[in-house]
């Protein structure tokens, strides 16, 4: 066996890479063919899940079958080989099984003990078997793997350690409150039908939501799930739709759940901001500093300054009132110039601000400073003058002086933004910003755009906050079980393996004592013909069981031997002892992996 693994993880690489190497089915496919084309590997099949991609090849050579398949991994993944290996990892023959196990078992899943990557194991064995890339070695692993993964969900209490991926997001999205309690009565958006999509409208539908609509790019498969839901006994309703009623759908559900192939984005920043507008949600009172614009990339920003009262924003055209539209902005006549410095009253309006609220607005952004935030000698090139309650005003300030003071806010606040996306988010998702829409995103690439987090009164969890999440996850006490049972497996595998791997040997050297025992037979024949058909018999049986009884010892301990780590030469000591021909060895191994007993069916995976 010389099992060789070449991939990357969540364990392993940002997700941001993980995202740009995902493959599609298409690449899938020209991958496998392409790894048996080169020279190194004889079988393969491809593991690409959100969670990681990794390519198993029997080969022949190490370093060269490293080399070969992580270049193989670059260019079908679009992402540079330099960029690409550091967040490579390899593992070879025992190492490479142990780590399958483990996978299989859930230990190495986002969601410790998480049970979907067995389906995803399965999908990768049935691909490597449909393109015919899948030989014995790939077979017998992803077959026992199978079982492995089952045997620990059957014999320990891994499933307590994690849950599936769905209902983890979900209870991200939930923040502190039972999931179905924060379920009951909502509705629902499933985007996509495929495994990861039913898996999410099922439990959905089991922890009390009330209505799940399901949109699709095949429509007989999203109204196929949509019946499934109704006739699952859970009571809830669900419809299907097409992909282009997404976002008229949008408006009328609190929760979004996608999971896609989609290469590009299926719901944008703006898609959302337009959701959460139609359905009346006002992103001022929601705690944006105003009317919020999408950027190209579909990024949320506050435009106007917040804490200004409706006195104050009456002439900044600030949302003033729930509900209500901005002020016009004033209007330059032509042929006229503003001065250079601020009106007087523009300034006094914001110091009146700062002094009520503690906020200062400037540059087109609102800025809270506090006595503890600015203390004396903090690099503000502006000098401070504190009021009675603690707060920072700035008063007697030019045009020049108010765009130093905003160039250092903006370097405090890009240094906050440089904090963990963790902190932010918790920041922005505090209990003063009612959640109207909820967003689930669970493909890879994502499906959403990350830029919707910064629309007020919307919550993201995707992989990337599930990573984040899920590393300060508890573990189990039935992981040490379940470790043990990989271990015991590893082992039990790689002596099948090995035990396997010198069987065409002892079968050859029998069918040459069977040759020898026949020959001998046929002189004996010759030399006394007034045998009878008795005696002949009697003769033949006699010297096979002579021919057996001093095979027999060898045999069996050789494939004892064989079976222990470094036995692998036994088979070749064998062959030279007895002088057996190689090409007779070959035909034997050939003749049995083409024996239809011995093949897989992919139905028992299931």
Not at 335 to 353: F, I, K, S, Y
């Amino acid at each position: 066996m010389s099992l060789l693994v070449v991939g990357l993880s969540h364990r392993s690489a940002p997700v941001s890479v993980l995202e740009r190497a995902s493959l599609s089915a298409d690449a899938k496919v020209k991958l496998l063919h392409d790894t048996l084309a080169a020279e190194p590997a004889a079988e393969a099949t491809v593991l690409a899940t959100c969670n990681r991609i990794e390519l198993y090849a029997d080969v022949d050579k190490f370093h060269a079958g490293v080399a070969e398949l992580s270049t193989l991994l670059a260019q079908h993944s679009g992402v540079a080989l330099e960029e690409l290996t550091p967040y490579l990892y390899v593992h070879y023959e025992d190492r490479a099984v142990h780590h399958l196990f483990s996978v299989a078992c859930g230990l190495d899943s986002m969601v410790v003990g998480e049970g979907q990557i067995l389906g995803q194991i399965k999908d990768a064995l049935a691909l490597g078997q449909e393109q015919h890339t899948a030989g014995r070695l790939i077979n017998d692993l992803f077959q026992q793997a199978l079982r492995v993964g089952k045997r620990a969900h059957s014999e320990t209490g891994i499933d307590r350690a994690g849950q599936s991926l769905v209902t983890f997001g979900l209870e991200q999205l939930a923040v502190h409150v039972p999931v179905g309690e924060w379920a009951a009565g909502k509705r629902a958006l499933v985007i996509g039908a495929g495994s990861m999509s039913s898996l999410a409208a099922a439990t959905l539908a089991r922890v009390g939501i009330a209505e799940v609509v399901v949109a699709n790019r095949t429509a007989e498969r999203a109204e196929r799930l949509a019946e499934i839901l109704v006739a699952s006994g859970t009571g809830v309703a669900a419809r299907a739709i097409p992909m282009r009623a997404v976002a008229d759908e949008l408006a009328r559900v609190d929760v979004v759940v996608s999971c896609t192939g989609a290469t590009g984005l299926v719901l944008t920043a703006d898609d959302v901001l337009a959701a959460v507008s139609r359905a009346g949600l006002d992103v001022a009172e929601a705690g944006a500093a105003g009317p919020v614009r999408v950027t190209e990339r579909g990024s949320a920003d506050g435009l106007a300054p917040a804490g200004v009262d409706s006195a104050d924003a009456a002439g900044s055209g600030t949302v003033t009132e729930r509900g209500s539209a901005p002020d016009p902005a004033p209007q330059t006549p032509e042929g006229l110039e503003l001065p250079a410095g601020p009106d007087r009253e523009v300034v006094a309006r914001l110091v009146a601000a700062a002094e009520a609220g503690g906020r200062i607005a400037d540059a087109g952004a609102a800025r809270t400073i506090s006595a503890a935030a600015a203390p004396e000698g903090d690099g503000c090139p502006v000098d401070p003058v504190r009021t009675a309650g603690g707060r920072v005003a700035l008063t007697g300030v030019d045009a020049n002086s108010l765009e130093l003071h905003g160039t250092w806010a903006d370097q405090g606040e890009a240094a906050a933004q440089r904090q963990p996306r963790k902190s932010a988010r918790s920041q922005a998702d505090g209990a003063a910003v009612p959640v109207r829409l909820a967003l689930l995103d669970l493909a890879m690439p994502r499906d959403i755009d990350a830029a919707v987090h910064r629309i007020p009164g919307v919550r993201l969890v995707d992989i990337e906050s599930l990573a984040e999440a899920s590393a300060d996850a508890p573990m189990a006490a039935d992981v040490d079980a379940v470790r043990g049972i990989v271990a015991e497996e590893v082992a039990a595998f790689g002596a099948a393996q090995r035990a396997a791997h010198i069987t065409p040997t002892v079968v050859a050297l029998r069918a040459m004592a069977a040759e020898v025992v026949a020959m001998e037979v046929a002189r004996l024949d010759g030399r006394l013909p007034d045998l009878d058909e008795r005696q002949r018999a009697e003769v033949t049986q006699t010297v096979r069981r002579v021919v057996d009884k001093l095979l027999h010892a060898p045999t069996v301990r050789v494939k004892q031997l064989a079976s222990e780590p470094g036995g692998a030469g036994y088979a070749d000591a064998l062959r030279e002892l007895f002088d057996l021909d190689p090409q007779t060895v070959a035909s034997v191994s050939r003749a049995d992996a083409a024996d239809p007993k011995n093949d897989d069916d992919p139905g028992r995976a299931s």
